[in-house]
């Protein structure tokens, strides 16, 4: 998804940036989450469009980011109630997230044999997870339920999960995708009818921009289709996964499925377009790893990694005196997020200020 992004000439940061999270999202300040079971299509009403939301027990913050989470097993099998789906979501709900463990439509044997079922299972999940993200927002228009910040939604997940999430952030256009040997386009088109990329899962008007992605194992079609102006990208993968392959191979280690590329390539791509990711690589590491949720430690240092990525990209790290300081920068530009993003100021904004002194301009954090 495109966002617009601002190239700064000079960076000057204050010591307290992260003052104002008052210690939350960094560590699990909550002893206890409860659980609650949503359907999150207004369009289908089953099992594959639930959702299980959690809470962190006792927390009385109503403007919480939001992680959705996926489950692996390629897309033919899987459910929300999987370990690391569980272990994920309690761990980074008690840090004082929302977060929400997704079924979504999966496939059948066929999947294996045919790279067109391929397509539209992964661009039918993608459409199901953003309908999920529009559920979300919808609820904050009509009385918050959730207790969520509509502006700040990661999406993630692990294997398959991954795969959803990469998809959903890094196809920007239908024109983006192939049209030989397969029409990928009428294959969207199929799926969303009128809706395109925004799929057939319902919840339409909100928007399903997401604020980052987070990758266990995953990987994507095409690492062209990862752009400068887009999300920023964590990802934690074994160097000797084949499942997904950490370069780029067929997904399952089978040539009749599709080519994923993993964090091997999908980084270097990044940093090459100037892309804000950071990634934690498993020397020697296959791809089941996570699978285990919190009984492997692996895991749990992905989860570490996972919330000291996140952290900086919270609204709370916000900035204030912005009245002060528009007196003394009277060539005062923009102002814009943490990513660069141009933005009209909020409560819930991290603000930066750009400035001019002559052809240069700097950014710095007012707190």
Known sequence: MKKTFLIISSILI???????????????????VSVTTVNYSDVYNDNEHEM??????????????????????SFTAGDKAMTDCVDFCESMAKKGYITASLNYRLSDF???????????????AV????????????????????????????????????????????????SDLPTSPINVQA??????????????????GPSSEVSGVISFAGGINDVNWIDSNDEPLVSIQGTADLTVNYNCGPGQNLATVLTLCGAGEMHPRAD???????????NGEGHTWAAYGNSNTKFIQAMDFTSDFLFPLLPCNNTTNITDFSKEKRNLVRIVDILGKEVIPTKNTSLFYIYSEGSVEHKIIIN
């Open 14 to 32: 204050t010591n307290d940036l992260f003052s104002q999270c008052d210690g939350r999202y960094e560590s699990e300040i909550f002893s206890s």
């Open 52 to 73: 299980d939301v959690y809470t962190p027990v006792g927390d009385i913050e109503t403007n919480r980011p939001v992680i959705l989470y996926m489950h692996g097993g």
């Open 110 to 124: 066929t999947f294996i044999l045919s790279n067109e079922v391929q397509y539209e299972s992964v661009l039918k």
């Open 127 to 174: 459409s199901d997870a953003k309908s999920a993200i529009r559920y979300f927002r919808k609820t904050f228009d009509n009385g918050n339920m959730h207790g969520i910040d509509p502006s700040t939604i990661f999406v993630g997940g692990y294997s398959a999960g991954a795969v959803i999430a990469l998809h959903l952030a890094y196809i920007d256009e239908i």
């Open 187 to 204: 294959i969207v088109n199929n799926v969303g009818g009128s809706y395109g990329l925004e799929g057939d899962a319902g919840h339409y």
């Open 272 to 282: 090459n377009i100037g892309l804000h990711n950071e990634k934690l690589i498993f």
